[in-house]
């Protein structure tokens, strides 16, 4: 499997709310996380960080990405992925009763590889934006 192929398969489990049982096969047990958003500023593990992702489909229960890009760096073992998340909340579990507004918000993973597995993701997203379209903020 070459890293475009893990970071795919890693990519498309995270985002459809696998968790951390099901990603883990892609990454080292001890990879980390990063995100310079707020929502996200507790985690620093891509455990917690799968397990977020399969917590948000809960109010979110349509949650969906679009691909926009993919791309893999082999010179510096990383792996960039573009994509827009489309939601609406209409289930519970969220910070407020679901208030049936939708979303569509750009983001993009930056996966750096250590041999064959990921061993650190930084998201790069505007949560306030998404937040705000989903009438949490």
């Known amino acids: 499997m070459t890293m475009l192929d893990t ?3 890693f990519f498309d489990a995270c985002e459809t709310g696998k968790g951390w049982d099901v990603c883990k096969g892609w990454c080292h047990d001890t990879a980390g996380f990063s995100c310079q958003a707020d929502a996200l500023a507790e985690t620093t ?7 977020w992702m399969k917590g948000l489909l809960t109010p ?10 993919f791309a893999a760096d082999a010179e510096r ?3 960039v992925a573009t994509a827009e998340f489309h939601g609406t909340q209409t289930g519970p579990g969220g910070p407020v009763a679901p208030t049936g507004k939708s979303v569509v918000s750009d983001y993009a993973y930056v996966m750096k590889f250590e041999g064959d597995k990921i061993s650190h993701m930084t998201k ?3 949560d306030v934006q998404a937040l705000r379209g989903l009438g949490w903020a």
């Not at 593990?45 to 397990?51: G, H, I, N, R, V």
């Not at 979110?60 to 890009?69: A, E, H, K, S």
Request: charged residues 15%; glycine residues 8%.
């Open 7 to 9: 970071a795919i398969a």
């Open 77 to 79: 073992a990383t792996v």
């Open 45 to 51: 593990t891509l455990a917690d960080y799968a397990e």
């Open 60 to 69: 979110v229960p349509d949650g969906r990405y679009v691909l926009t890009g």
């Open 124 to 126: 790069i997203w505007n």
